[in-house]
């Protein structure tokens, strides 16, 4: 072979590597125009999952340049809308169409709409991407550990593909991790199956129901019925599990970090709650108070709780039209979206956005959840029969068009709803009940000071990676004291 020929074909394949993309984006852009919706053209698919590793650093320095403050830097890149809030949709409008050389996105703050595409399962199902899903790997929970802060590379490079002896050291653990998970999981699995086969006594509890569901297709003999295929398979029940995991642990976790710190900015909302848990709970050990005589009475700390996951939603839920176009209902308008869009419900918008929430739609304000009600002795529901202050409740949004959607919607809302909001205000209830909680001051700084630092920190050092979390919570060095 000659050299101008082996010249050639890295030639050829540069300019294709070019080329290809812009072929991508001009079929996209071609399909989004046709819904006369805002359009904004971005250099690089969102979604990609090369693209999810190094979005946020590429952003960092073109902000950088003399001509770095543009569409790229302010929507390209995970995580935009914590930072942008309800601004794009307040300047553009309630739907907006991103288009990219992958796929594009429609990013939706409309109430309604986004109810509609909730109840339409059908038509709107989870993107096919969403659904597939020197530390010690030994046990479960640093397995656990592992795979949950190291997911993005495991999600890339696949767990086959991590079993290299060239790779680095922290992929080959998270390959021990995923090793040790699985065979953790294996082992619930089958001896929750064996128990059931023998008709035996089982506990109620997740993996005894995944159990049920993935038997729905086996007979007594441990026989599959070819002809009744409508039970999960051994994989789908291990990715149920992992999925609850991952919901269950950092999605929490991540809420209550940034829910304590939003606290620590305001000893106005300590005090407040803390009225309520003494009120409640006076002569009680906190240890020693039950769910069903107590939870329903604390409104303010359920209301702490709703105005965290507001302000700071952990997961985002996205949505696909799938391989056909959808028509959605935009206000008056019925839009037909093109097939295999991307639809986001853009969480931080529709929980920002002053028309749903007022003036201060950015401020942390539980009380606008609670509402003064009327006190009836006779009514066992009602939440102020127990109290000894002021008759409160907490209102939430009980509309099917609410633009509340912290924990999802329609039939595929999070199953663990209820276990993190009582799992919340347990936590508050231990500290708030005897401590109050204030950031520490730097050198020079007053305390009015200290929590304006700490809040600007939530609001500037609060991202996506997998979930919503603070990028860097070890900065925000907080100090308890008794009351």
Partial sequence: MSFPTLLLIPTVLCVGIVLYPLYSLAINYDAARKTRLPLIILPFDCGHPLWLVIDRKVAQWVRRLPFGSGT???????????????????????????????????????????????????????????????????SYGKALKIILDRCIPLVILGRKNLNNPWLPKKLRELYQATLVFQAHMTEAYESEKTVMMRNGKMENNLMTSLVRASLANVDLKGTTNASHQEGLTEEEVYGNVFVFNF????????????????????????????????AVLSGIESSESLYETTFRRLPRCLAVVFETVRLYTAVAIAKSTGSSPRTLSLGANTVV????????????????????????SLKFEPSRWIVSSSFDSNNKDDLTALTSYPAEHFKEPQNRNSPFVGWSGGARSCPGRKFAQVEFVGVLVGLFREYKVAPVPLNGEDDEGA??????????????RLL????????????????
């Fill in 451 to 464: 929590r304006a630092r700490l809040l600007e920190q939530i609001e500037k050092d609060t991202g996506m």
């Fill in 247 to 278: 919901a269950g642990h950092d999605a929490t976790a991540n809420s209550l970090a940034i829910g304590i710190c939003l606290l620590a900015t305001r000893p106005d909302i300590q005090d407040w709650i803390a009225e309520e848990i003494n």
């Fill in 337 to 360: 979206i093109p097939k295999n869009t991307v639809v986001i419900p853009n969480y931080s918008a529709l929980h920002t956005h002053p028309r749903y929430w007022g003036d201060d």
């Fill in 72 to 138: 790229f830097t302010r929507f390209n890149w995970r995580g935009w809308e914590i930072w942008d809030r309800y601004r794009a949709h307040l300047e553009l409008g309630d739907a907006i169409l991103f288009v990219t050389p992958g796929k594009n996105y429609l990013q939706l703050c409309d109430a309604e709409a986004v109810s509609e595409i909730f109840q339409r399962r059908g038509d709107f199902p989870r993107p096919p991407e969403s659904t597939d899903s020197k530390e010690d790997s030994s």
């Fill in 468 to 483: 919503l979390q603070m990028f860097h919570p070890e900065k925000a060095v907080l100090a308890w004291k008794r009351r």
